[in-house]
């Protein structure tokens, strides 16, 4: 057989992409070698309809890449070598154990990255190693992400997850704050073609108006761009909010106004937030405030959107409510064109009936032992890891279990946690690659390129724009001795649970089952109330499923379109999407309040008590900054959602560079020029950047990208190295962090520039 006709295609596969939030469907095709010959958008998928970013592509040279990990690593002298399954499983098991028997389970935790929340393998399976941790460190990406809309959320709908998304098909006004969907692709809001639907607005005869203090390129694609100061948006929008009372435009609307409780209490709690307050502190002059209000009032319908540039700083969760009370008070929440909740397939308590009304969401079940954090969403700060590593005394974490994260990177004063990585007795990272964070590793456990796994986004898609399900098989199959990812982290919890290796990955699955289908069953709003549950692990088995995909399968059989098990025929389940390899589109978002509504009073709590007190300490920490000081924040780019992009050459060739933005009145104040190096120093480090002159960016603000910095050495990452960049979050500071949420404060960072 000659090498042409090896390339010919003999089939196609139907695959939605794992690599950011658009969740866009690729159509794949493949060789009689099971080798990638084309990677392109499917034009039949239900959601982005043949869209795709420069990353969906890249599939096939992330599943080639020789600086992917195939098997497992033990350190040994300092230096990562390849060992067999058993014997890395070995030293797992004895490394974890030592630190038990010396320090006890209190010792342990768990950091949970990214890419988890992309990969069905992690959100079915590290469940089980929280679990069987017997600790309550847990810490994850989301505390330098989304932690904030978490925490709102929960408080004002009642559970972590009942977030609004913005129903951006059918909306006639869209403000956005922090937020850059050209460059992420949309975020807390699953949007395939964010910017085809933005020009959707405009086309219809709509407005955008985007707040930021970089004109990014959503900003360039909008109406209105205002060029807000960093970390003062939460005075903004109370303002805005002010201005709707003090003209009387302030109306919830008919459609939810018996579900509403707390207006009169949020009125008072943005008295003092005038726009002439905001224009001295935000930099957005009180006409324009005035305006924007009004316009916001006016529209037929309208959608307030803010995000990670909004999430990430001090009054991150401030904001966050903020923005959902402006959908309120504006008459936009819960309806056609507004901040609407999703209906998934595979949904959580609220998407399968029942009464409004519930225990409502709490933090502070425990509390970090260095500075008494509290718990949020079962997890702790992020920029508390550090510390809880290196402070001795009862409790001190002396072994971490990495899951696919690099929070070196990522979190807060990195150089503290680098540091505190070194000082661990015992650490395990499941990563595909020896990155920065895993450097420290004593062992590292290979899961499978993102070709060879089985996919559907339980997460994304409960924040989607439209309600859609999509399910993926894998594309490619495993190779000989290769453990897929749920195996890897059922055999982790395993060992954590009972310290043996020989404990079994299928009998960690068959418990996880048996607890999930015990559950629905004695649910009365359940539709698979008091059914058998043999009878159901039956037609499972008749099915063949394991692993994630046997849980996907119970998750939407018994969701709000699921086939129940035989109950609903013509319902949804994997045999049901695997019918439809382009995806099923269940229609536009509906109403759902009240019966979404969890919170104690089966109300939207539109102003909840600790909310006002936080937002009543604003106005004495949110100054004008000093003359000597520049405020720093990050960016994204369309071509880098994680670190571990920075080794695919396709995607780092070109514009992609981490350059130091600054403004062309800043640099001729501070002597910089284009090109040259600028040195940067916060608080807690410093670092030196070339600069990019621009007046893309608002005066006295400087920009860096986050996830770079691959000049470590003992890191695997041949492609990164060559163009390592620096790591921002040498800067950012672990001391800072917002005090409902515990989220890392990323943004409005005072630091000083000077020539380097």
Known sequence: ???????????????????????????????????????????????????????????????????????????????????SWDEAWQVVRDGLAGVIDAHGRSALAVYMG????HNLASMTFNRAVNLAL????????????????????????????????????????????????????????????FPGRMRGIQERGGKIVVVDPRRTKTADASDEWLPIIPGTDVVFVAALINELFATGAADVGAHVRSHVVGVDELKSAVAPFTPEVAAELCGIDAATCRRIAAELAAAPTAAVYGR?????????????????????????????????????????????????????????????????????????????????ILTPGEGQIRALISLAGNPVLSTPNSEQLDKAL?????????????????????????????????????????????????????????????????????????????????????????????EMLGGLVKNSSSNIFGRDV????????????????????????????????????????????????????????????????????????????LFAENLSKVLARVKKNSDDK????????????????????VLTKGSLSCTLQVHPDDAVRLGLSHGSPARVTSRVGSLVAPVEVTDAIRAGVVSLPHGWGHNVRGTKLSVAAEKPGVNSNILTDDERIDELSGNAVLNAIPVTVQSA
């Open 1 to 83: 057989m000659t090498e042409a006709t090896r390339r010919i295609p003999v089939r196609t596969a139907y695959r939605t992409c794992p690599l950011c939030e658009a969740t866009c469907g690729l159509e794949i095709t493949v060789d009689a070698d099971d080798q990638i010959v084309r990677i392109r958008g499917d034009q039949d998928d239900v959601f982005s309809k043949g869209f795709i970013c420069p990353k969906g592509s890249t599939l096939k040279q992330l599943h080639e890449d020789p600086d992917r990990l195939r098997r497992p690593l033990v350190k040994r002298d300092g230096v990562h070598v390849e060992v």
């Open 114 to 117: 990214n890419p988890g929340a």
């Open 134 to 193: 017997g600790s309550f460190n847990r810490f994850s990406a989301s505390t330098v992400d989304q932690m904030p809309k978490h925490v709102a959320g929960g408080f004002m709908f009642g559970t972590g997850i009942t977030i609004p998304v913005p129903d951006i098909d059918y909306t006639d006004y869209l403000l956005m704050f922090g937020a850059n969907p050209h460059a992420s692709n949309g975020s807390l809001c699953t949007a395939p073609d």
């Open 308 to 388: 990670i540039g909004v999430n990430t700083v001090e009054f991150g969760t401030a904001t966050a409510w903020l923005i959902d009370a402006l959908n309120t008070v504006t008459g936009n929440l819960d309806k056609r064109g507004g901040a609407m909740f999703t209906l998934p397939a595979a949904g959580p308590v609220t998407s399968v009936g029942g009464k409004p009304g519930g225990s409502g969401f709490k933090i502070g079940k425990g509390h970090t032992r260095v500075r008494q954090y509290p718990e949020v969403f079962g997890e702790y700060p992020v920029a508390a890891l550090g510390e809880e």
């Open 422 to 514: 070194d000082d661990l007795d015992f650490m395990v990272s499941v990563d595909i690659y020896l990155n920065e964070t895993s450097r420290h590793a004593d062992v590292v456990l290979p899961p499978p390129s993102q070709l060879q796994r089985d996919h559907y986004d339980i997460s994304l898609l409960r924040l989607a724009v439209r309600n859609v399900a999509n399910y993926s098989p894998a594309v490619l199959p495993m190779e000989d001795g290769q453990w897929d990812e749920w195996e890897i982290l059922a055999k982790l919890a395993g060992i954590l649970q009972i310290l043996d290796t020989s404990v079994s990955v299928g009998d960690i699955d068959d418990l996880a089952v048996a």
């Open 534 to 609: 043999d009878e159901i692990l039956r037609q499972l088995e008749v099915e063949g499923l394991r692993g994630p995909t046997r849980i996907l399968d119970i998750m939407l059989q018994t969701g709000p379109y699921g086939a129940a098990y035989g109950s609903n025929p013509s319902g949804v389940s994997v045999r049901a999407l695997l019918d439809a390899p382009h995806g099923i589109d269940f229609g536009a978002l509906e109403p759902r309040i009240p019966e979404i509504l969890r919170t104690p009073s089966a109300k939207v709590e539109l102003c909840p008590p």
């Open 630 to 649: 520049l405020l720093l924040v990050g960016r994204r780019h369309l071509k880098s959602n994680n670190s571990w992009m920075h080794n695919m050459k």
